[in-house]
């Protein structure tokens, strides 16, 4: 594809309802990387993919993320039982391995209301 | 204390002027250095990086490193209203098989004409 691509764009959820977030990585890229960014503050990492791998997923807030990858390619996020402090706008990135320039998507802005 | 601190600002400078955007950092295995621009509601798209001490120039920009002093900088000259955007600074790390990318909080900066 083009670039990296997320969906939904904008997702609105009810407190305790479970959300997946998707990221389609730009094709044959490696790494992925999920963040996450609250109002006005910086990218806070989540979790890192090399395949379908997570050597690191220390950022993980909680037991309630998850997240996956298969084939090497799609992503998915899921946050279960939502709270209103996980509202943020959730980015995912991908780069070949090694490679210093990671590709942003645009994001997916999460309200949990 | 967070790995990477940046002030948030926010930073509003005539068009025309000289701009400075700094980042310290405490990790000293940290690799590549970063600057990565967002324009509201959007993902961050990189600008530049360097591996060394030293000034790196591409156009207008300007990246130091300082690594001596874990002090990063980023320099706008002749700035443009279409600068107006938030500033990133990222620095990379490779641990156990797995590449990270830590960021600042991001430099709001609005450029009037």
């Known amino acids: 594809g083009a670039g990296v691509s997320q969906s939904p764009s904008n997702k609105v959820t009810e407190k305790g309802k479970d959300v997946e977030l998707r990221c389609d990585p730009i094709?044959?890229?490696?790494?992925l990387y999920w963040y996450r960014q609250s109002l006005g503050q910086g990218l806070e990492f989540l979790i890192y993919?090399?395949?379908?791998?997570?050597?690191?997923k220390s950022g993980l807030p909680s037991d309630r993320f998850s997240a996956e990858r298969t084939g090497g390619s799609v992503s998915t996020l899921t946050i279960q039982r939502t709270q209103q402090e996980d509202s943020a706008v959730y980015l995912c990135?991908?780069?070949?391995?090694?490679?210093?320039?990671?590709?942003f998507g645009q994001g997916t802005r999460l309200t949990v209301v | 204390q967070k790995e990477v601190e940046q002030d948030p600002g926010p930073l509003s400078v005539p068009e025309g002027a000289i701009v400075s955007l700094n980042c310290t950092y405490s990790n000293s295995a940290f690799q590549y250095f970063m600057w990565y621009r967002q324009y509201s509601r959007k993902g961050p798209e990189l600008l530049m990086y360097t591996y060394s001490s030293g000034n790196k120039e591409d156009g207008r920009f300007t990246a130091q490193v300082d690594k001596s002093s874990k002090y990063i900088s980023l320099f706008i000259r002749d700035s443009q209203p279409s600068d107006s955007a938030t500033y990133l600074c990222?620095?990379?790390?490779?641990?156990?098989?797995?590449?990270?990318?830590?960021f600042g909080q991001g430099t709001r900066l609005t450029i009037n004409p």
């Open positions: 993919f090399q395949g379908n791998s997570a050597p690191d």
């Open positions: 990222a620095m990379r790390v490779n641990r156990g098989g797995a590449q990270k990318l830590v």
């Open positions: 990135a991908s780069s070949w391995t090694g490679a210093t320039e990671a590709f």
């Open positions: 094709s044959g890229h490696t790494a």
